[in-house]
């Protein structure tokens, strides 16, 4: 069974930077596309960055310049470098991923979508 499981997330000051990772693990799989998404009090969760299989990025606008989105594939981790924080990045920082898992037969199936526990950030000044 997948399992993605973030950590980095804590308390930081306004302009303070903090990384997040995301482990992928359980059983034979492979990799595709993965995000990160928030989710503030009292809000709906939101898409933050997205990557894909071959690197390619991309960004909400409030976050651009200041978060960047990456991962280590033979680590099956991904990263989120957050930068210049502000009051309103608090939030719940979920991992999301697209991951295909082996059946047998050297197949794989065509992907699922799974979900982090959520790692909290909090922002103060």
């Known amino acids: 069974q997948v399992q993605l499981s973030e950590s980095g997330g804590a308390w930081v000051q306004v302009g303070g930077s903090l990384r997040l990772s995301c482990v992928v693990s359980?059983?034979?799989?492979?990799?595709?596309?993965m995000a990160w998404y928030r989710q503030a009090p009292g809000m709906q969760r939101e898409l933050v960055a997205h990557i894909t299989r071959s690197g390619t990025t991309k960004y909400v606008d409030y976050v651009k310049g200041r978060f960047t989105i990456s991962r280590d594939v033979a680590k099956d981790t991904l990263y989120l470098q957050m930068n210049s924080l502000k009051l309103e990045d608090t939030a719940v920082y979920y991992c999301?991923?697209?991951?295909?898992?082996?059946?047998?037969?050297?197949?794989?199936?065509?992907?699922?979508?799974?979900w982090g526990q959520g790692t909290q950030v909090t922002v103060s000044s």
């Open positions: 999301n991923g697209n991951v295909s898992t082996y059946y047998g037969l050297g197949m794989f199936d065509a992907g699922y979508e799974y």
């Open positions: 359980g059983g034979i799989f492979n990799i595709n596309t």
